[in-house]
Structures are given as structure tokens and as C-alpha cells.
């Protein structure tokens, strides 16, 4: 059975591999791209509109995690300053005390007073020794700690900030958006005024369909111009436009009548 739908997949994807580089695939990729364009144009700015606002307000929710983010971060970093904090505190007392014992080992005798008790001095620096290994240990790990909570409240900032920008970036782009809206009111209005038909949707879309066939004729007619143009030359395609002319104005004349003539008051 797996063996099936393995070949029937390799099948498929070998298929697409094919018609992706033959005729057949570029026409159907080209009927398809023809076929996206055509649905985009065909919705209408309110719709567009509203689906950005959609969109908006999941990009607004879509944040929540990121202030969910940030929120952790902030008390990540400040479990970590505590911990730096409470080291430092540790080490500049075991640093004291230390300090106090080199301090008790100054003298010629064999015994010394620390703390109120007599200790051996051998005993002593003994233990200076091994406070102090640890100590140098644990003062290496403050500094490592150190460094990286300055990391952690580096990064913390930069969230912070990205947090805040996309936050007026969404407001600026809900105002955009507003302002879109209004604009396009203001433009349906218009079109009502001028054109009564407009409120009714499927005159619209009759009165798209009619503007778009007369840039068509038109396109034709500037195509066949040209046409005329490069086959008859530019002599023949002056003569042509002149005739016409002639003719519109001849036409001009015979509706309006012959031109008055202007007398200057310098001729009176």
C-alpha cells in the first residue's frame, strides 16, 4: 500500500515538473495569472478596505504575544538582577572576612585572635587559602552572570522598542486606513451626484464594461491609424488628415453657417 502512494506521489510531482517546463504549463501558469488579475479587479475598494481592517485587527492580536514575550523577559532579567545583587552582597562579605583574617595574621607569634578565638596560624592561612579559591571562583561567576544579564537587559530594551513601534505603526496605519474610508466616501458621493445609475450596482458594472469597450475602440482606431500611417506614408497620412478636416469643416459650415467676418475698429 505505501508502496502505491509512493509512486502515485512521485507521479504527481514528476507530472507538475513537466507541465512546468512545457507549453502546456506556461499557458495554463499565464491563464491562471490572467485569472488572478481579473478577481482583483473585479472587488471593490470597500471590500478592500475592509479586509485591511481585518487584517489590522489580527496583526492587533497577533501582538498579544509579543507582550506576552516581553512580559517574561522583563521578569527573567529582574530574577537575574536579583541573583547578581544578592552574589554581590554574598561576596563583599566573604571579601571582608577574608580581608579581616590576612589582618590577624600579622604578628611574629604562632597563635593569632580572630573573631574572639585563638587559632594556629598555620590554621589560619589555611583557611585564608581556601575561602579565597572559592571566593576568586564565585567572583568569576558574578562577572559572567554579570555579563549577561547586561546582555539580557540590552535585548530587553530593543523588544521594548519594537513592541512600542509596532504599536504606532498599527495606529498609523488604522488612521491611513480612515482616511481611505473617508476619501472613497467622498468620491462614492460624487459619482451619486453626477450619475444617479451609480447606486444600483449592476448599472455600474454595465457602466464599467461600456467604458472599457470604448477604450477598446479607441485603441483599435489609434492602431488603425497607425497602420494607415506606415503604409501610406507620412505624405499620404498628411493629404488623409487634411481631406478629413476639410470635410469637418465644410460639415461645421453647412450646420453653423459660414464664418462672420471680424471687422476691426481701426477699418470702421
Same mark, same amino acid.
Given at each position: 500500500?505505501?508502496?502505491?502512494?509512493?509512486i502515485a506521489?512521485?507521479?504527481?510531482?514528476?507530472?507538475?515538473?513537466v507541465?512546468?517546463?512545457t507549453w502546456?504549463?506556461?499557458?495554463l501558469?499565464?491563464?491562471?495569472?490572467?485569472?488572478s488579475c481579473?478577481?482583483?479587479?473585479?472587488v471593490?475598494?470597500e471590500q478592500e478596505?475592509e479586509r485591511l481592517?481585518m487584517?489590522?485587527?489580527n496583526?492587533?492580536?497577533?501582538?498579544?504575544k509579543?507582550?506576552d514575550m %516581553?512580559? /517574561?523577559?522583563?521578569?527573567?532579567?529582574k530574577? =537575574?538582577?536579583? #541573583?547578581? $545583587?544578592?552574589?554581590? @552582597?554574598?561576596?563583599s562579605?566573604?571579601e571582608?572576612n577574608?580581608?579581616?583574617?590576612r589582618?590577624a595574621?600579622?604578628?611574629?607569634g604562632e597563635?593569632?585572635?580572630y573573631?574572639?578565638?585563638?587559632?594556629d596560624k598555620?590554621?589560619?592561612?589555611d583557611?585564608?587559602?581556601?575561602d579565597?579559591?572559592a571566593f576568586?571562583a564565585d567572583?568569576?561567576?558574578l562577572?559572567s552572570?554579570?555579563?549577561?544579564?547586561?546582555a539580557?537587559?540590552?535585548s530587553?530594551?530593543?523588544?521594548k522598542?519594537?513592541?512600542?513601534?509596532?504599536? %504606532?505603526v /498599527?495606529?498609523?496605519?488604522a488612521?491611513?486606513l =480612515?482616511?481611505l #474610508?473617508? $476619501?472613497?466616501?467622498? @468620491?462614492?458621493?460624487i459619482?451619486?451626484?453626477?450619475?444617479?445609475?451609480l447606486?444600483?450596482?449592476?448599472?455600474?458594472?454595465?457602466?464599467?464594461?461600456?467604458?472599457?469597450?470604448?477604450d477598446k475602440?479607441e485603441?483599435?482606431?489609434?492602431?488603425?491609424?497607425?497602420?494607415?500611417?506606415?503604409?501610406n506614408g507620412?505624405?499620404r497620412?498628411?493629404?488623409?488628415?487634411?481631406?478629413?478636416e476639410t470635410?469637418l469643416?465644410?460639415?461645421?459650415?453647412?450646420?453653423?453657417g459660414?464664418?462672420?467676418?471680424?471687422?476691426?475698429?481701426?477699418?470702421?
Amino acid at each position: 500500500m505505501f508502496k502505491k502512494v509512493l509512486i502515485a506521489t512521485l507521479a504527481v510531482v514528476f507530472g507538475l515538473a513537466v507541465i512546468k517546463g512545457t507549453w502546456i504549463g506556461s499557458h495554463l501558469r499565464m491563464k491562471f495569472s490572467k485569472a488572478s488579475c481579473w478577481v482583483k479587479d473585479r472587488v471593490p475598494p470597500e471590500q478592500e478596505i475592509e479586509r485591511l481592517k481585518m487584517e489590522l485587527n489580527n496583526l492587533s492580536r497577533e501582538d498579544d504575544k509579543h507582550y506576552d514575550m %516581553v512580559a /517574561r523577559q522583563i521578569q527573567k532579567v529582574k530574577k =537575574q538582577e536579583r #541573583e547578581v $545583587a544578592r552574589l554581590k @552582597e554574598e561576596l563583599s562579605k566573604r571579601e571582608t572576612n577574608i580581608r579581616d583574617m590576612r589582618t590577624a595574621l600579622v604578628g611574629a607569634g604562632e597563635f593569632v585572635n580572630y573573631n574572639g578565638n585563638r587559632y594556629d596560624k598555620s590554621e589560619l592561612q589555611d583557611q585564608i587559602r581556601l575561602d579565597a579559591r572559592a571566593f576568586l571562583a564565585d567572583e568569576e561567576t558574578l562577572k559572567s552572570k554579570e555579563q549577561h544579564l547586561k546582555a539580557s537587559q540590552k535585548s530587553l530594551s530593543i523588544n521594548k522598542k519594537k513592541l512600542n513601534d509596532l504599536k %504606532v505603526v /498599527r495606529e498609523q496605519m488604522a488612521t491611513e486606513l =480612515q482616511k481611505l #474610508e473617508t $476619501a472613497l466616501a467622498e @468620491e462614492r458621493q460624487i459619482q451619486a451626484q453626477s450619475q444617479n445609475t451609480l447606486d444600483d450596482a449592476d448599472y455600474l458594472r454595465i457602466r464599467k464594461d461600456m467604458d472599457s469597450i470604448r477604450d477598446k475602440i479607441e485603441f483599435l482606431k489609434t492602431k488603425r491609424e497607425l497602420k494607415g500611417e506606415a503604409v501610406n506614408g507620412p505624405v499620404r497620412a498628411t493629404e488623409l488628415k487634411r481631406e478629413q478636416e476639410t470635410k469637418l469643416d465644410k460639415a461645421i459650415e453647412a450646420r453653423f453657417g459660414a464664418k462672420k467676418e471680424v471687422v476691426s475698429e481701426t477699418s470702421k
